[in-house]
């Protein structure tokens, strides 16, 4: 199975700060990597998919980056409807496999 | 305007069976693979199964393979999940999704609102 390393687990960051997330795959998976935010309460949603791109409706301070097997979720202007619990996910193989998720607080 | 809603969950005991079910509006349901990922309490998302548009392939992880069956009825726009032999780490929202797949992407654009299963005697 294709390991998905998720950090930081936690984060708290200030109003209009970057924020930074990580996911490390244990092997190469292209493009096949999506980012998902689940605000308190609520499902999940899909924010970035092929790695880089945004999806429909989703603000443009949130972008996707990629280098090598290393997969970057980054909030340029953080926003208090921001916060939640962000996750990745591989879908190169089966199982698909989603990173530990990351908590995002305001400071 | 898409909406995906889950329904069929609930209490059971250990070994018994469940089946769950999303009922699909707004799109062609018929285009699209669906998928299930649960989460358990306080804890993080996990795939369960895939199936695609047409139902004729079927994805699993190991630990619900033999026990959880995917299914659908494109005439009623609705996925299923047939869980059977139901054990307590199987306690969780489960939420139907619909997945868009292409050669290069594959992604979950769509979830539900989740229902919950609860593993107990």
């Known amino acids: 199975d294709i390991q998905m390393t998720q950090s930081p687990a936690s984060l708290s960051a200030s109003l209009e700060e970057i924020v930074t997330i990580t996911c490390q795959a244990s092997?190469?998976?292209?493009?096949?990597l999506s980012w998902y935010q689940q605000k308190p309460g609520k499902s999940p949603q899909l924010l970035i998919y092929g790695a880089t791109s945004l999806a429909d409706g989703v603000p443009s301070r949130f972008s996707g980056s990629r280098s090598g097997t290393q997969y970057s979720l980054k909030i340029s202007r953080l926003q208090v409807e921001d916060i939640g619990i962000y996750y990745c996910?591989?879908?190169?193989?089966?199982?698909?496999?989603f990173g530990s998720g990351t908590k995002l607080e305001i400071k | 305007e898409v909406q995906l809603v889950e329904s069929g969950g609930g209490l059971v005991q250990p070994g018994r069976s469940m089946k769950l079910s999303c009922a699909a509006s707004?799109?062609?349901?018929?285009?699209?693979?669906m998928a299930w990922v649960r989460q358990a309490p306080t804890k993080g998302l996990e795939w369960v199964a895939t199936?695609?548009?047409?139902?004729?392939?079927?994805y699993y992880r190991d630990s619900v393979k033999g026990r959880f069956t995917i299914s659908r009825d494109n005439a009623k726009s609705t996925l299923y999940l047939q869980m059977n032999s139901l054990r307590s780490e199987d306690t969780a929202t489960y939420y139907c999704?619909?997945?868009?797949?292409?050669?290069?992407?594959?992604?979950?654009?769509?979830w539900g609102q989740g229902v919950m299963v609860t593993v107990s005697s």
């Open positions: 996910l591989q879908a190169y193989s089966a199982p698909l496999t």
């Open positions: 092997q190469d998976i292209g493009n096949w």
């Open positions: 999704t619909r997945d868009w797949y292409t050669t290069d992407y594959y992604y979950f654009d769509y």
């Open positions: 707004g799109f062609t349901f018929s285009n699209y693979g």
């Open positions: 199936i695609s548009y047409d139902g004729s392939s079927t």
